[in-house]
T-cell receptor, first 111, second 115 residues
Framework: GNSVTQMEGPVTLSEEAFLTINCTYT??????LFWYVQYPGEGLQLLLK?????DKGSNKGFEATYRKETTSFHLEKGSVQVSDSAVYFCALTGGYQKVTFGTGTKLQVIP | DSGVTQTPKHLITATGQRVTLRCSPR?????VYWYQQSLDQGLQFLIQ???????AKGNILERFSAQQFPDLHSELNLSSLELGDSALYFC??????????????FGQGTRLTVV
């Protein structure tokens, strides 16, 4: 079945640092890939998505590129802010299987 | 606002008791997913329903059960509660069953505390 592996956290960065959270996947066919974000005390919300190979999803300064050759969808941001502190989940859909989530990576940004 | 409504927001109950968590999906969504999120742990998939029928099952305990009703709302029943069941329980909904481009929309969660 489908699966998602993402780097373990927590990740602690200083404000304005560069962020990378790694995500790799296993899936049959051509899945769609997502990043969700969970701010403290809230539910998950979609951050960005990509639906085919080489697509780049972007939102709020975050970017991720769908790399089929490496089965990866790494999340990046050039300059993080304190307000980006949250838990980030990589996910995929496809093959008529349930939405599959990674375990989540907690990001803490310190001033 | 995701359009997914979960009630109640908070629930405190004693060990051995039984509780019911309720989820109303987004209008038009046929799939409902239930997840458990414990402190410092990731999202544990419990179960999925699609248009009233069980579609996929994850790490759901035998003490837990769920159903989706004809109006598409869903309930998660937790019985013989233990301290370790204290967690955030999320409901999510999506239009389909996991086809490509299926985006999941999450409710705000129910925080269950077992004392």
């Amino acid at each position: 079945g489908n699966s998602v592996t993402q780097m373990e956290g927590p990740v602690t960065l200083s404000e304005e640092a560069f962020l990378t959270i790694n995500c790799t996947y296993t899936a049959t066919g051509y899945p769609s890939l997502f990043w969700y974000v969970q701010y403290p005390g809230e539910g998950l919300q979609l951050l960005l998505k990509a639906t085919k190979a080489d697509d780049k999803g972007s939102n709020k300064g975050f970017e991720a590129t769908y790399r089929k050759e490496t089965t990866s969808f790494h999340l990046e941001k050039g300059s993080v802010q304190v307000s980006d502190s949250a838990v980030y989940f990589c996910a995929l859909t496809g093959g008529y299987q349930k939405v599959t989530f990674g375990t989540g990576t907690k990001l803490q940004v310190i001033p | 606002d995701s359009g997914v409504t979960q009630t109640p927001k908070h629930l405190i109950t004693a060990t051995g008791q039984r509780v019911t968590l309720r989820c109303s999906p987004r209008s038009g969504d046929l799939s409902v997913y239930w997840y458990q999120q414990s402190l410092d742990q990731g999202l544990q998939f419990l179960i999925q329903y699609y248009n009233g029928e069980e579609r996929a099952k994850g790490n759901i305990l035998e003490r837990f059960s769920a159903q989706q009703f004809p109006d598409l709302h869903s309930e998660l029943n937790l019985s013989s509660l233990e301290l370790g069941d204290s967690a955030l329980y999320f409901c999510a909904s999506s239009v389909g069953t996991g086809e490509r481009n299926t985006e999941a929309f999450f409710g705000q969660g129910t925080r269950l505390t077992v004392v």
